[in-house]
């Protein structure tokens, strides 16, 4: 782990209030948002964490997350509802660790933050990607790929935010 990243972590108070970010807030992100509720929940932890998702773009602003993320999802009785919208400046005052799912999502994050203290909230997701999938330095896209791509966005994700949940409720 980069040690910005680490800074990054030891900075955050309670809650807990993590923005996971990718390009459409339909596939990467939300998925994200709701494999890390479901980890708090089931650690009764949620008055401890806000957490939320957002995208880069704006293609898809006030969608549900993409059908075919939500068939894999709840497949392992993950319910995603969140509705897309675009990352705005506020975020990096309403958020303490923003997670860009790749390089793209991390350069457009860096573009918007408007301060340094902005800039050091900004990490990547696969820096907490462990064990078999660690050799993933991003979360690649899904969305012009097949079930295979959904299926292993899941895995990065919960391999991943179940490293963020250690890390973070131990402080
Ligand atoms: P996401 O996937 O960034 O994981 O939500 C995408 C969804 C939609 C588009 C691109 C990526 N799009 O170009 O519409």
């Not at 800074?7 to 948002?33: D, H, K, Q, W």
Request: with cysteine; proline share 4%; charged share 30%.
């Amino acid at each position: 782990m980069k040690s910005s990243t680490e800074a990054a972590l030891a900075a955050m108070t309670y809650p807990r209030r993590i923005l996971f970010v990718c390009l459409g807030n339909i596939c990467r992100s939300p998925a994200a948002e709701g494999v890390m509720r479901k980890i708090v929940s089931e650690h009764h932890d949620d008055a401890n964490w806000i957490i939320d998702s957002a995208g880069t773009g704006r293609y898809h602003i006030g969608d549900l997350p993409d059908r075919r993320m939500r068939a894999h999802a709840v497949r392992r009785d993950l319910h995603l509802t969140h509705i897309c919208r675009q990352v705005r400046e506020s975020d990096f005052d309403d958020f303490d660790l923003i997670v860009a799912m790749d390089a793209n999502n991390e350069r457009d994050l860096r573009d918007l933050a408007p301060t340094p203290e902005a800039q050091a909230k900004i990490v990547q997701m696969s820096e907490f990607v462990r064990d078999t999938f660690s050799r993933y330095d991003y979360i690649p896209d899904p969305y012009y790929e097949g079930a295979e791509g959904f299926e292993l966005v899941l895995d990065l994700l919960q391999s991943g935010c179940a490293e963020l949940y250690r890390m973070l409720s131990k402080r």
